[in-house]
């Protein structure tokens, strides 16, 4: 699996770029990885207990921290900060961004949920 060769957190445009080792690069945003946190808070602890996250469409990344040689730790401006970003989660999601950036947008609407703290999607 490829690993990271840079990361660059972008807080003006609030996008994450990860570029890979393969020559792969991804620009994320903090949006995307904050509702795709890998964590439990967000993940449940199997499948059907996914927490759909609203709300977060300001959200930011106040640091981000090395965990071992294999992924990262954001920790969001909400105070979330349990999720560990692994290199293969990383190179997934920035992959298959446009699919699930949809899907969390398809998931927001049938919720009747917003991105925003108030007001409509």
Excluded: T
């Amino acid at each position: 699996m490829p690993v990271p060769v840079e990361i660059v957190l972008h807080q003006k445009s609030r996008l994450m770029m990860v570029a890979f080792d393969d020559g792969q690069r991804f620009d994320l945003s903090f949006e995307l990885l904050r509702v795709y946190s890998p964590s439990a808070e967000v993940r449940g602890h199997g499948p059907g207990q996914e927490v759909l996250q609203v709300g977060k469409r300001e959200i930011e990344i106040n640091a981000l921290d090395p965990v071992g040689n294999y992924g990262v730790q954001p920790r969001f401006s909400d105070g979330h900060d349990s999720g560990i970003y692994s290199w293969d989660y990383l190179y997934w999601l920035g992959r298959d961004r446009d699919r699930l950036w949809q899907d969390y947008l398809d998931r927001l609407h049938a919720a009747d949920a917003s991105r925003d703290n108030h007001g409509a999607p």
